[in-house]
């Protein structure tokens, strides 16, 4: 836990303007020569930028190149990034059309 919340002191999470993906995102970036962050998608508009240091996220964030992408980008805070949802995209294999309902799923995560 600890080891977690060291990498989120040299995180920011960003609200993006308009909907990309991840991988769009971070494409974007590579093309724009932007190194050393790693993007993550929290919930609906929001993503959390992992940077290399502090340093980087303090340089990154005061150059102004991520307004391209975000209406906002905050520092990592415990209380600013609790969610009133979380999102997961699962796998699960076997299950057959038939049977995709919402009780049999929520049954699936519950176990």
Same mark, same amino acid.
């Given at each position: 836990?600890?080891?977690? /919340? /060291?990498?989120?002191?040299? &995180? *920011?999470?960003?609200? &993006?303007?308009?909907?990309? *993906? ?54 990592? !805070?415990?209380?600013?990034? =609790? /969610?009133? &949802?979380?999102? =997961? ?8 059309? !038939? =049977? ?7 049954? /699936?995560?519950?176990?």
């Amino acid at each position: 836990m600890e080891d977690s /919340l /060291l990498v989120l002191q040299r &995180c *920011s999470m960003g609200w &993006c303007q308009n909907p990309i *993906s991840n991988s769009s995102l971070a494409e974007e970036m590579r093309l724009e020569k932007i190194s050393g962050i790693h993007v993550m998608r929290m919930s609906g508009p929001r993503v959390l930028l992992i940077f290399d240091s502090i340093e980087v996220r303090q340089q990154v964030i005061h150059s102004g190149v991520l307004d391209r992408w975000f209406s906002h980008v905050v520092d990592w !805070h415990a209380k600013e990034s =609790a /969610l009133d &949802c979380r999102r =997961a995209w699962i796998s699960v294999f076997g299950v057959p059309v !038939h =049977a995709w309902s919402r009780d049999n799923f929520e049954r /699936l995560v519950s176990h």
